[in-house]
């Protein structure tokens, strides 16, 4: 809430309410992301309509933004389609991954303990996620990038968040194919930052090396029994 004096009196301005179209979009994000991976499967305005109470304009908006971000594609008269996920897919993206990485690295980590302090910060807020597994992601994303933007390479910057958009839908069902996983991220998280702290850029390049090999087995798991429930809980109502 904000107070304006205007002649001796104040005003008080409620602020904005949030806009539809950017409720729709986090609610639709969501339930993209937490759809089964290895299914395809079409979204329509009327559904999202009616599942967020919301007009078809803010959804057609939501929409628009969503297949900017490559989390789906729209078909003229039929809907928002939703592309499976295939083992090809999770393959190239971690390959790209690797090799986008360990080139940052190896310069993040000459900036020592300016970087590692703001990744340190991450590292907790990313701790006390274990419960929103949507938001868990979202907090590693913010990991990774951070290191990648300190290289200083706007071009693979950019190249890199295009990667990552493939990679949400598969790295919440990686922490989904195993109880220990979120720990095992976290754990190897903090040894990336212990490695940029030493200012040692093979060491760095090791430490991601080590922590995306183990998101590409992970990704390679079985969904976890309880991911269906777990999954939907975490979403909210489906259509």
């Keep these: 809430m904000t107070r304006l004096q205007d002649s001796g009196h104040f005003a008080i301005i409620e602020p904005p309410a949030e806009a539809a179209q950017d409720v729709v979009y986090r609610w639709l994000k969501q339930h993209v992301l937490t759809l089964p991976r290895h299914e395809a499967t079409f979204v329509t305005e009327a559904e999202v309509c009616r599942a967020t109470g919301t007009s078809r304009t803010p959804v057609r908006e ?3 933004r969503l297949e900017s971000d490559g989390l789906l594609r729209i078909v003229p008269k039929k809907g928002a389609y939703v592309a499976a996920i295939t083992e090809a897919d999770v393959e190239s993206v971690m390959q790209a991954r690797g090799l986008v990485e360990d080139w940052c690295v190896r310069r993040a980590a000459l900036l020592g303990e300016s970087l590692a302090a703001e990744l340190d910060r991450l590292v907790s807020r990313q701790a006390e996620l274990e419960q929103s597994p949507v938001t868990f992601i979202e907090c590693d994303r913010e990991f990774h990038r951070t ?20 990679q949400l839908r598969m790295g919440l069902h990686a922490i989904a194919a195993s109880e220990e996983r979120i720990r095992i991220v976290l754990a190897e998280h903090a040894a990336i930052v212990e490695a940029i702290r030493s200012g040692d ?4 390049a090791g430490s991601i090396a080590v922590h ?4 590409l087995l992970a990704m390679r798991m079985p969904i976890a029994a309880g991911w269906v429930r777990s999954a939907a809980d975490s979403r909210g109502s489906r259509f």
């Design 201 to 204: 850029p093979e060491r760095a």
């Design 147 to 166: 290191i990648v933007r300190s290289a200083g390479n706007p071009i693979l910057a950019d190249f890199y968040e295009t990667l990552r958009d493939r």
């Design 62 to 64: 939501a929409l628009l």
């Design 212 to 215: 995306l090999t183990n998101t």
